[in-house]
């Protein structure tokens, strides 16, 4: 069996197509030495047709692109003789970077290793239907466990957040909803300040009266979380209407209240921009079903 397949599409006027196929599906498509130096050599080659107009390289199957250098074969190397991997790895990303022609990986599954460092040599990267998913997942999966591993990550401590003082509220409202919010985030373990140094996020409230009919008005407060770097991360927004001016002076408890219910919003919004979210759903997945 033949690790490497190309198949040449003759398209007549419009030139000729060349489709690589990493051919080693049983193994996830791993590419041994022999494998790569095949590999080159077949983009070498369907690089020299003048009447080539592209190349589609993918992996057999509907499991893998390529799975990275065969591990088996990776065993039985000598010392002072593992460097030809890396170097014919070299080699084949070379060879598509040379390509007179666009390269496309059609990403059909798994990436890892020189698989990726091959994808990325690529002048365009497609994922198909039954990859999308396993390629985030996977991905998605990397990441966590870099955040895991990393003392300053969300992941392993409290977030800083920055609560700015609200605006456009009549009475004592700007001073009132600022402290309720403030204490209600601390509440749910987040490390809240009032200036932006070292703060991971900003969050801010802004409150808007307008004068309907039957003399009443519509109240609407609109929390909003961005970055450190003002980067807009998430909404929670409250609506209601009440009588005209009967929030000219004292809010109180209805202060307290907005407070208690933007901050439950709130927290679920910085969870999510966290990870913790995400980390949860990763476990989850990974935990042996219940009995």
Known sequence: MSLILVAVEDRGEAGTVARVTVNNAAERNALGNAGKRELAEAIEHVSADPRLRAIVLTGAGDRSFIGGANVTEMATFTHGHASEGPSLTHRVCEAIRRAPVPVIAR?????F?????????????????????RVSGLL?????????ADPNSLLNRPAKVMVAAVTGAPGDGNAALTKNIRANLTEYGLLVQTTK??????????VTIVPIPDHKERVEIVWTVDTAKGEE?????????????????????????????????LNDVLIRQTGREEAAKVDAAKAPPAK
Do not use: H
Not at 113 to 133: K, Q, Y
């Open 107 to 111: 990403v059909n599954g798994y990436c």
């Open 113 to 133: 290793g020189a698989g990726l460092e091959i994808a990325a040599s690529c002048d365009m990267r497609a994922a198909a239907d039954t990859a999308a998913p």
């Open 140 to 148: 998605t999966g990397i990441r966590i466990a870099r955040d895991r």
């Open 197 to 206: 140094d070292g703060a991971d996020f900003l969050v801010r409230g802004e």
């Open 233 to 265: 991360r998430g909404k929670v927004a409250q609506l209601n209407e009440i009588p005209a001016g009967i929030l000219n002076g004292f809010w109180g408890e209805v202060a307290t209240a907005v407070a208690a219910e933007a901050a439950g919003g």
